[in-house]
């Protein structure tokens, strides 16, 4: 069995059978992996803590086609983020475009990079959501990462962003009504 270590971010978890979920991480080497945590719902599971939704965690894996987690330990909890209902809706946004908007096992440092300079930002405790300032710039450059270029206009809102998106995905972004 081949055992590897990754750090990356939580975009999702996803449950699986009675206690098992399916994590989704963003991670700088390998991309979007997913990953599978057996008995992680479980009460006395040790590392449910370390997996929090937008937290950057460093995770040990064995297999080879669908690695299952057989160790865990968070690098970094925003915490600022998951204490404000407003600032958790901007982060999933921005998990979900990088769920939507990316293929699986295709690395991009840039983009990975990206998104903890976004999660960095929000999480920053004199942040107050009341404009979409941080998603909508963390939105353009990812766009331009992955090679979209956003029409150039001089005034660009939330909005036309979101429509755009959802454009170019040929689908909604979810999180937007939440």
């Known amino acids: 069995m081949k055992y590897r270590k990754h750090t990356g971010v939580i975009l999702k978890k996803q ?8 994590l989704t991480l963003w991670t700088k080497d390998l991309g979007k992996v997913r990953i599978l945590a057996k008995s992680i719902r479980l009460p ?21 086609n669908f690695p299952v987690l057989i160790g865990a330990k968070p690098v970094k909890q925003y915490n600022s983020i998951h204490q404000d209902l407003q600032k958790m809706a901007i982060g999933l946004y921005g998990a979900e475009l990088m769920l939507k908007m990316t293929a699986d096992e295709h690395p991009n440092s840039v983009a990975f990079d990206l ?8 999480n920053h405790p004199d942040y107050y959501p009341a404009d979409y300032k941080i998603l909508d710039k963390f939105s353009l450059d990812l766009l331009d990462t992955l090679g979209f270029r956003f029409p150039e206009e001089k ?4 909005t036309t962003i979101n429509k755009f998106i959802e ?10 009504k939440f």
Do not use: M
Request: proline share 2%; net charge negative; charged share 25%.
């Open 167 to 176: 454009y170019i995905l040929e689908r909604p972004v979810w999180t937007t």
């Open 15 to 22: 449950n699986y059978k009675e206690a098992d979920q399916i």
């Open 44 to 64: 006395k599971s040790k590392l449910a803590f370390a997996l929090q939704d937008l937290s950057l965690c460093e995770v040990d894996v064995a297999g080879g």
């Open 155 to 158: 005034e660009v809102d939330h």
């Open 115 to 122: 998104l903890i300079d976004f999660l960095h930002n929000l």
